[in-house]
T-cell receptor, first 105, second 115 residues
Framework: DAKTTQPTSMDCAEGRAANLPCNHS???????VYWYRQIHSQGPQYIIH???NNETNEMASLIITEDRKSSTLILPHATLRDTAVYYC??????FGTGTRLTIIP | SAVISQKPSRDICQRGTSLTIQCQVD?????MFWYRQQPGQSLTLIAT?????????ESGFVIDKFPISRPNLTFSTLTVSNMSPEDSSIYLC????????????FGPGTRLTVL
């Protein structure tokens, strides 16, 4: 299972796009990239997943580089309710420390 | 999407006692899982709850301490046995989302404090 590296914390202004990077340089060809988030005092929430192609749903967009060694989760118009810890996972569902995203009013 | 509920939402227990946490899914799911989240830390998988057979435990977790039941495709229980203060954590259950392997829906968690 691939190891992921994420920044410990990030800030983003409300209404702007939040771009959360993730490195997964050891990912293998059949391993998916998953993003979850955990809002304070709640269970994790599935956001999006992808294999090779970029993906978009009602919550976010996932941009995966051509070599699949890194990806970026994009929240297009961040709101205060997007303040949470964001987990990038490659392969088997194993939660690391994630990125604590704070949306600034 | 599946909605997962847990009971109790929180509890305060005495050392040496046991607590059973219930997890209910509003639709049938193939896989159910139990996680622990210690204060200020990330989630750690305890075990996979298998319907009709014994749970599959991760390294460091044993059946005697965390017995699990899964009588059907929508319900599971986790018991924390012979509790000590080190068992104070949030316990979360999840079920597979049926999208692709390793996409899961999570319950809100059970906050356990052991005195």
């Amino acid at each position: 299972d691939a190891k992921t590296t994420q920044p410990t914390s990030m800030d983003c202004a409300e209404g702007r796009a939040a771009n959360l990077p993730c490195n997964h340089s050891t990912i293998s060809g059949n391993e998916y990239v998953y993003w979850y988030r955990q809002i304070h005092s709640q269970g994790p929430q599935y956001i999006i997943h992808g294999l090779k192609n970029n993906e978009t749903n009602e919550m976010a967009s996932l941009i995966i580089t051509e070599d699949r060694k890194s990806s970026t989760l994009i929240l297009p118009h961040a709101t205060l309710r997007d303040t949470a810890v964001y987990y990038c996972i490659a392969g088997k569902l194993t939660f690391g420390t994630g990125t604590r995203l704070t949306i600034i009013p | 999407s599946a909605v997962i509920s847990q009971k109790p939402s929180r509890d305060i227990c005495q050392r040496g006692t046991s607590l059973t946490i219930q997890c209910q899914v509003d639709s049938q799911v193939t896989m159910m899982f139990w996680y622990r989240q210690q204060p200020g830390q990330s989630l750690t998988l305890i075990a996979t709850a298998n319907q009709g057979s014994e749970a599959t435990y991760e390294s460091g977790f044993v059946i005697d301490k965390f017995p699990i039941s899964r009588p059907n495709l929508t319900f599971s229980t986790l018991t924390v046995s012979n509790m000590s203060p080190e068992d104070s954590s949030i316990y979360l259950c999840s079920g597979d989302a049926g999208l692709v392997k390793d996409t899961q829906y999570f319950g809100p968690g059970t906050r356990l404090t052991v005195l």
